[in-house]
């Protein structure tokens, strides 16, 4: 699907594309989403750019992800899209620059681009050239990457809470607990990478240029990266708290653990003496002396009765029950 985007009143004003159809030549912002090779050939003809495929658009190199070509910028950055859901994903999304026209390629419906696209449609903004409509763009994608990273900081705080919670009673569910440390590592691991990307994209389009931009939409750009800054080391700091969390996890499973092991060998030292006195008597001799006796059995009874009560007693005197 093609969306071209054109000013009016402070405004934009959307209309679908097919391929094959006219371009308007006010359009600042051509939103192309999950194109066909029938699209992009369409786009490459009237935009007279090298749109990049789904598979360039995966490359990794910075110099396939970031350059300048034909008076055009190509910049391609990671995204973070399904952040609500079970199974995030992180996708490449591509910014075309040419002249004073935005061109943004992508492959998925992420959050940000269709709150600003609203957005410019219903309210006054600053979106009269192609570099207004980028700064938007990045800013509502930070504000997204920041939402993000505020539930991935309330979702740590709970579970460190669970954690160390001493006078929650029954026993705490370790496996669901370790399950929510790895989404909120993996949640935290993409939008890492995310801010990584849009950072190196910042600084390539923020470069001193031959054109003509205006001071709000530098001042944005420069906002922008203090932001994206200042998330990076908030998601860094995310990551040190997730491993701490996972090592107090580790921590208390391996205490639970020991303490099992620890009953299961008092038990057995506790019932080891009597099993021997047990096994004594139960040996088929023919001189025992006590086996005739009157107060044998009686006998054989306390004895199991006191063997098994001084370990218990000596356990719980050194404290190690």
Request: charged content about 20%; proline content about 5%; aromatic content about 10%.
């Amino acid at each position: 699907m093609i969306t071209a985007y054109v000013p009016s009143n402070g405004m934009l004003k959307s209309e679908e594309i097919a391929a094959g159809d006219h371009i308007p030549d006010g359009a600042v912002w051509v939103d192309v989403v999950s194109p066909s090779n029938d699209d992009l050939a369409f786009l490459d003809r009237a935009l007279g750019l090298n749109v990049p495929t789904q598979e360039d658009m995966q490359e990794i190199e910075m110099s396939s992800r970031l350059y300048h070509e034909d008076d055009a910028l190509y910049m391609t950055a990671t995204m973070i899209a399904q952040a609500d859901t079970p199974a995030p994903l992180c996708l490449p999304v591509s910014f075309l620059l040419a002249g004073h026209r935005l061109v943004t390629l992508r492959y998925a419906e992420p959050t940000p681009f269709r709150l600003y696209a609203s957005q410019v449609q219903r309210h006054v903004m600053p979106c009269a050239t192609g570099e207004d409509v980028l700064a938007g763009l990045l800013d509502a994608i930070v504000d997204r990457i920041a939402d993000i990273l505020e539930r991935v900081q309330g979702d740590v705080d709970a579970l460190s809470r669970e954690v160390f919670d001493q006078e929650g009673r029954g026993r705490k569910d370790y496996k669901a607990i370790l399950t929510r440390i790895g989404r909120s590592y993996a949640l935290t691991s993409q939008t890492r990478d995310s801010l990584v990307s849009f950072g190196r994209l910042v600084s390539f389009v923020a470069r001193p240029t031959d054109a003509k931009r205006s001071k709000t939409t530098e001042r944005g750009f420069k906002t922008i990266a203090g932001d994206i800054a200042s998330l990076g080391d908030h998601a860094s700091f995310l990551a040190n708290n997730i491993g701490f969390t996972l090592d107090a996890t580790l921590g208390h499973i391996n205490n639970e653990q020991t303490s099992i092991i620890k009953i299961f060998s008092v038990a057995a030292v506790v019932f080891l003496p009597p099993t021997l006195i047990a096994s004594i008597y139960g040996m088929n001799f023919e001189f025992m002396p006590e086996l005739s006796w009157a107060y044998g059995y009686p006998m054989s009874l306390v004895l199991m009765v006191i063997f098994a009560i001084l370990p218990y007693v000596f356990f719980k005197y050194r404290g190690w029950l």
